[in-house]
């Protein structure tokens, strides 16, 4: 397979061989990173992307970025408050290929209570077939979103000036896929 219009069926996720992540600014001069060690998700599509969709479910709970007391953090009301909002998730509205390799994806990126339109722009890494038989596909792309957008707006002031934590978070997809029908 080498062009995204060649792509055709129903693909699954491979939650092992998934990733999606985040990264922000913390006190101003570093960056740190976190994923969600939960996800699913499926795409649809046609022949030439025709009636293609993508829907993606984070399991909110699973948010991992090697520290237990900031991951504690991250989950409580001050952030995602798991507790009322348990998943995050994602679904299309619009998929198109820029080119053989691009392809754009337009859709509503759901935290919390709130929705908010998002554009990825994704790089098809190719196809192949696993050795197990199993049609594969992998895509990598990254967006950048304001957290106060979605209500996770809590901060705190730095003596030196600025903020705890940055109100920009880039958010990183590297998709692995099979198909499945």
Known sequence: MSTLNQLDGTYTIDPSH????????????TK?????????GTATTGPDLQDARIEL???????DTR?????????????????????MTFAST???????????????????????????DFEFAGGATDPFGNERVG??????????????????????GGVLVAEKVTLEFEISAIKSA
């Open 18 to 29: 998934s990733r999606i992540g985040f990264s922000t600014r913390h006190a101003m001069v």
């Open 67 to 87: 520290s237990a007391d900031r991951d504690g953090h991250l989950k409580s009301a001050d952030f995602f408050d798991v507790e009322n909002y348990p998943t």
């Open 94 to 120: 619009e998929v198109t290929a820029v080119d053989g390799d691009t392809l754009r994806v337009t859709g509503d990126l759901t935290i919390k209570d709130v929705t908010r339109p998002v554009t990825v």
């Open 139 to 160: 895509f990598e792309g990254s967006t950048v979103v304001n957290r106060k957008d979605f209500g996770l707006t809590w901060n705190a002031a730095l003596e030196t």
């Open 57 to 63: 479910a984070m399991q909110v709970a699973s948010v």
């Open 32 to 40: 740190v990173r976190g994923a969600f060690n939960e996800v699913e």
